[in-house]
């Protein structure tokens, strides 16, 4: 069960994973000790998947964003489960979301060119025997790409 501490910790460590266990530990007001054990505790329990460098885009080429709708012959487990597998095989798909609504997934795909998405769209999604349709929108500005967990999320199942 997380307490107002294990919250803000890892309130803390979504903003900036990079912070040391002496700013953790003053920010969440415990001593360094303590932090590092709940913070231990915290990536122990599987409640930290991970930490990644968020790299800033102006700096490196840009690649061509793309939100693409796919919506799937018969959406049954069999045929879902078959999508994902085949979809996750490619480095471009960064996101595959199912959802709701008036298709079944949801992906953020990302590549050199348009001409190098058209090239994946025909020979991915396109060969694909399970795929219906798929529509594309291409990402022109991003104001803001974040994937925190707001900290109203960051209660147990069941309380409140």
Known sequence: MLDGID?????ALQEDARRTNAELAEDVGLSMSACAKRTARLWSEGLIAGA???????????????MVTVTLTSPTA????????????HAQVQQCH????????LLLIQERSIEAYHDFA???????????AYKTTFV???????????????ETPGAA
């Open 98 to 105: 199912v959802v709701t609504g008036d298709f079944d997934f």
């Open 78 to 89: 069999r045929n879902s489960d078959a999508f994902v597998q085949a979809i996750l095989r």
């Open 122 to 132: 025909m020979e991915v999604l396109g060969a694909l025997p399970f795929v219906q």
């Open 140 to 154: 022109l500005r991003t104001w803001r790409n974040r994937d925190a967990l707001p900290g109203w999320c960051l």
């Open 7 to 11: 919250r803000r910790l890892l309130l």
């Open 52 to 66: 990644v460098a968020i790299l800033d885009r102006r700096r490196f080429r840009r690649p061509v964003t793309a």
